[in-house]
């Protein structure tokens, strides 16, 4: 019997944080495992302190802060934990250089996708290991998930962010750092296959102080974060408009979307942001749930196995990760953003084709439940 200590952020991101931490905490104690789970603000607060000196076979946090709390003589304070830390990434390791470089005693790392496992295995050598760790979902059974029953023709759930102001504020940034900001887009724009980082590296040769950016790469990765929230947004946002002007229904579950051009389409629904658990109940109501990974170019995105959990049919974009583990036409629908004209076809054709849209949704839910649930997770960590 091993002794688990999971951190929470209870208020952050719809709940997402909580909800991963219960779930993953629940699947280690149904395998018959102790599993403290602490919740804590994002400023922490000193009732962490009872944590210092205790032993545990291993700690896990969710897109943490806490490997920059320092103690009043300058030590860390995970190193006061008796444990292995892994801190398990929800996004591209950019955005958390400044927890990432931490050198920590004993530092783990389990991310989305396999580039960010080779990146942050690159570029922080102190960090003894990292893995691919997808977060998944749960079936919310015994809810009806027949087709009858589904009164959502095709659901995204996802924030809305205005690439217009990120885009401002790229122009808002020192001119070197603004100017290298628009180059790594029109780059990967170019070519979408390119990640930051590979799109980073052919644009080296050409930058001045190459020689500078390299050793501080990580560094000049994260000040241009703008890049990633650009094309995602950028993205988003096309993908969603292409599907209205189709004429789809199509029903939006997120922050913002009402001061998005969406909101003008009549066909368009707008469920405004309900918390991470809540938005289960949609994909079950769902007919087609559609992904858009989050420029994640080899790996996965919790959405996906949620659908599929819930018999919903995931249309996404693919990965050679996501290929290697779910064949088109079972479970999910592969599209490329380059052609959505196919994908809007596609999606016209299967809502007029329930038998066999509850077919494809059906036949992914079997491999799902057995290789991507919480347990399955749980027993990946155990094997560890």
Request: net charge negative.
């Given at each position: 019997m091993k002794h688990f200590l999971i951190f929470a952020v209870q208020s952050v991101c719809y709940g997402s944080y909580a909800y991963f931490a219960n779930a993953l905490g629940k699947a280690l104690t149904d395998a018959g495992h102790i599993v403290e789970t602490f919740a804590y603000a994002t400023k922490a607060p000193k009732?962490?302190?009872?944590?210092?000196?205790?032993?545990?076979?291993?700690?896990?946090d969710f897109n943490s802060g806490l490997p920059r709390l320092t103690m009043e003589d300058g030590s860390f304070f995970l190193d006061h934990i008796q444990a292995p830390f892994y801190n398990i990434l929800l996004d591209h390791p950019l955005y958390h250089h400044n927890s990432l470089q931490q050198p920590l005693a004993d530092?783990?790392?389990?991310?989305?996708?396999?580039?960010?496992?080779?990146?942050?295995?690159?570029?922080?050598?102190?960090?003894?290991?990292?893995?691919v760790f997808p977060m998944t979902g749960e079936d919310i059974a015994p809810t009806d998930a027949s087709y009858p029953s589904k009164k959502i023709d095709v659901l995204f759930s996802g924030t809305y962010t205005d690439y217009r102001e990120v885009e401002n504020a790229i122009h808002a940034?020192?001119?070197?750092?603004?100017?290298?900001t628009k180059q790594l887009i029109e780059h990967i724009q170019a070519d979408p296959v390119l990640t930051q980082e590979a799109a980073f590296q052919q644009l080296l040769p050409s930058l001045e102080s190459s020689d500078i950016i390299t050793e501080t790469f990580p560094l000049h990765m994260q000040a241009c974060f703008l890049c990633d929230t650009y094309l995602r947004a950028y993205k988003r946002e096309h993908l969603l408009l292409q599907i209205a002007k189709a004429g789809l229904p199509l029903t939006l579950c997120g922050n913002g979307w009402r001061k998005s051009p969406l909101a003008a389409f009549q066909?368009?629904?707008?469920?405004?942001?309900?918390?991470?658990?809540?938005?289960?109940?949609?994909?079950?109501?769902?007919?087609?749930t559609v992904n858009l990974?989050?420029?994640?170019?080899?790996g996965s995105h919790d959405r996906i196995y949620t659908a599929i959990l819930n018999h919903s049919l995931c249309m996404t974009d693919a990965t050679p990760y996501l290929t290697r583990r779910f064949t088109d036409g079972e479970g999910v629908c592969y599209y490329d953003i380059q052609d959505l004209d196919a994908l809007t076809h596609r999606m016209a054709d299967l809502l007029a084709s329930p038998a066999q849209l509850s077919q494809i949704a059906q036949s992914g839910y079997s491999l799902a439940k057995k290789m991507h649930s919480w347990q399955a997770r749980a027993a990946y960590l155990l094997e560890r």
């Open positions: 009732s962490l302190e009872c944590l210092l000196n205790r032993t545990f076979d291993a700690v896990f530092f783990h790392a389990l991310c989305m996708d396999e580039n960010h496992r080779d990146y942050i295995l690159a570029c922080y050598p102190h960090i003894a290991s990292a893995a940034t020192p001119p070197f750092l603004g100017n290298l066909q368009v629904q707008i469920i405004d942001d309900i918390a991470f658990r809540d938005t289960f109940s949609l994909f079950r109501l769902s007919k087609i990974l989050p420029e994640f170019k080899n």
